[in-house]
């Protein structure tokens, strides 16, 4: 099967996302890259979850981790066989897709597909050791086919995107970033990006303004407070996001930082466009639950500590953008209006 | 004259803001408290400029050493005396007073005082050297008089806070922080703030949330993406910012991120006030220039590089929020619309 990672930048590269090869699980350290280049090898998918929890990658990262994690549990599981397998891997798929609240229903569909391809396997009498394989596959074929469901809605973002046009994003949208720089330079657009830094992680400065960079565009970085007066003065034509949950009533749940950013967009004029599938395991927006991490982080930023001993913080990792902010949710099908997400699902091709 | 700085926290005395003292100007370096307690000495009134221009101090900080810088440029000059001790000291006071573009008016308006001062004695035949006490006496009196303003705006604003009410802010609005807290703690009011981290320099999380924890209040810190959030989630009664400069026409000049919080207040229905006095230097908010810093500040988070070579970065200080995102202008003569500042200047006590 073909690669679709071609072209893009250093980070997006399959190898540098999260790879299983040889008994580990080996993922770059989206904590500290471009600072160093270093990657966090898991011998047993228990390491991987925790890997996961403690945010050595992000965004799309964690959904391919957690599918590598099941190939590697599968190493671990030696001669099992049979039932005793199906219950080992089943309680693997648990520990990967809890590793973080917020997730847990787009990971649960991704390592029980995993779970599925061993059941088959299981019926054929085979054992985990002969399992690595197909599981592997079945992780590859998962980025992979992201990368090209990504790659159409890379196009129809890029088509949005005025002539030498200005685009803002925070947080990193993966490879979302990569097949719209790729596309708009396919239709020579030569576009420029401000990325807002996204504290406490830095992912917009560190990530999203890396890959731009690696892939030859004027890109700039500005702090989390500087967005609503940056977007009017450099004159930004559109803001971009991912998201983590789009509720099927059209709420954007994303990097926390994205409802303000859409709500100074909306002040201005100045269309938001998030990118992503809907998720019908979220009917509404009610059932998403916010996950609060560990504020120590808040009170650090790379590692210095940033105010007195006796303060205390708040870290929400997300927040929600409401659909009256949002002006298209742009998928693999097309550009659907927040209001009328169940179209996606009525769409040719689905 | 008495000492209105009492029971303010460590930051907010006299000695520790910016002080002349046996030939020289120390101030708190605030780049770096609390993670280190230090200051910068100035031994000519060009370095107090310098130390300005580089953001040793800030918010109220740079008045007073102006001040202060005009008591050590009389001791430079010493023996001088008549119309040269007059064009030194004018030169003197246009060098202090232009260290920072976006706030000229105002510090013109502080070292003219000086120089009239040193106009009075030089009518009296006193040489420089006999007039350096006269000016520290006149910075003295400055912050001085300044604190007394705003205890009385910590009075007006403090009623303007429900019971255990808890108080959104960003960057860092100085004696207001102090006087607000001190005249809760009065009234019995037990509040909590809330403080976003306000980048690059992080005064919020070190400066506000420092005073606010030596003072006894609940304080916590969030990164500059959070407000939007934690606002709603947390539910804050009030956010409440200081001013760089207020038009007469209503709008706030104030360090960027204060727009993007006020908009996310206005939309959840939470009154944004700002502190300060209107500026009738400014007529129109188009008579204000915002200034760009050097982008370097941006790509660096306390002395480590966050983001990849290559990449640029915007430092725009400041952001411009409109009167109609302003629930009230709360002043030493009481609380008025944003709409209607002339209704200051006519005030009984102006």
């Not at 992000?58 to 599918?67: D, E, K, L, V, W």
């Not at 992780?139 to 990504?150: C, G, L, P, Q, S």
């Not at 809605?153 to 990569?178: H, N, R, S, W």
């Not at 926390?256 to 269309?271: D, E, M």
């Amino acid at each position: 099967m073909q690669r679709a990672d071609e072209g893009m930048g250093f980070l997006l590269q399959y190898e540098n996302v999260a790879w299983y090869e040889d008994g580990v699980v080996r993922i770059l350290d989206r904590r500290i890259y471009p600072i160093k280049t270093e990657y966090v090898i898991c011998k047993t998918h228990g390491e991987v979850a925790q890997a996961i929890a403690d945010m050595v990658t992000q965004s799309g990262g964690p959904y391919t981790a957690a599918a590598m994690g099941m190939a590697l549990a599968a190493h671990e599981a030696k001669e099992m066989a049979g039932d005793e397998l199906v219950i080992y891997m089943e309680k693997a798929a648990y520990t990967l897709s809890h590793a973080r609240p917020t997730t847990v229903s787009k990971m649960v569909q991704i390592v029980d597909g995993a779970v599925e391809v061993v059941k088959d396997h299981v019926k054929k009498d085979e054992c985990a050791r002969e399992i690595v394989e197909p599981l592997r596959e079945y992780a590859f074929h998962y980025i992979n086919n992201n990368y090209r469901k990504y790659e159409k809605v890379g196009k129809y973002l890029a088509d949005l995107i005025p002539q030498e046009g200005t685009i803002m994003t925070q947080c990193f949208a993966e490879t979302i970033i990569g097949t719209l720089i790729r596309e708009c330079h396919r239709q020579s657009n030569d576009i420029k990006m401000i990325c807002a830094e996204t504290r406490p992680y830095f992912q917009g400065a560190r990530l999203t303004a890396s890959v731009a960079c690696d892939m030859g565009v004027d890109v700039a970085v500005i702090t989390d407070n500087m967005p609503g007066f940056i977007m009017k003065d450099k004159q930004v034509d559109v803001f971009t996001s991912a998201a983590d949950v789009i509720s099927m009533d059209g709420y954007v749940v994303n990097k926390v930082g994205t409802f303000q950013i859409a709500l100074a967009a909306a002040y201005h004029n100045i269309p938001y466009f998030v990118t992503g599938t809907p998720s019908p395991a979220h009917e509404t927006i009610d059932s998403v639950k916010i996950e609060y991490r560990d504020p120590n982080l808040v009170m650090d930023a790379m590692g210095t500590k940033v105010t007195k001993e006796g303060v205390k913080a708040y870290y929400p990792a997300f927040d929600i953008t409401p659909p009256k902010l949002c002006n298209g949710v742009v998928t693999d099908l097309g550009v659907f209006s927040p209001y009328q997400l169940g179209a996606y699902f009525q769409t040719e091709g689905k």
